[in-house]
């Protein structure tokens, strides 16, 4: 398993790998088919995230990307301090530790960076989730209420966050 920053050139297959989590998973925010982001698009939206104070962390597997965790930092002086969360593995390769390794792997980026807050929301249901990222130390702050649709329910959501 390799795990490490993404680049430029890795946009198309960073694009496929989103739109196969789309397909597989209701926990993230877009439904399958939803990602209208093209190859261009995704390019640029990458050279911000390498030009800015934010991270993209892939994993790879068997010579493709298997799972990213994505840290967008606080972009006002009063929330510089901290990182809004995002992960996402494929299904075939749950279990096998990436998620773990992608947290550690911020939380040294954190260190570095004077970060001294790692936050995510979660929908309360995720159990797998929920689970990795209170064994990662996360803890829930609160529940936030309806918000998300999906299969035209209301989902609640967990607020967590770690503190560095």
Do not use: C, P
């Amino acid at each position: 398993m390799i795990i490490r920053k993404i680049n430029i050139d890795d946009a198309k297959e960073f694009l496929d790998m989103l739109k196969q989590l789309d397909r597989e998973t209701k926990n993230m925010l877009y439904e399958e088919n939803e990602r209208k982001t093209t190859e261009d698009e995704m390019r640029t939206q990458i050279k911000d995230i390498l030009e800015s104070n934010s991270l993209i962390l892939i994993s790879e597997m068997d010579d493709k990307l298997v799972g990213f965790l994505s840290a967008d930092r606080g972009f006002a002086n009063r929330i510089k301090h901290s990182a809004y969360i995002v992960i996402g593995i494929l299904k075939e390769y749950r279990g096998k530790k990436i998620g773990s390794r992608l947290f550690q792997e911020v939380e040294r980026w954190a260190k570095d960076n004077s970060i001294t807050r790692l936050e995510l929301t979660v929908m309360k249901h995720n159990k797998g989730g929920v689970n990795l990222y209170k064994k990662m130390g996360y803890e829930i702050e609160g529940v936030k209420a309806k918000s998300l649709i999906v299969d035209g329910k209301y989902v609640d959501e967990y607020y967590m966050a770690k503190l560095i």
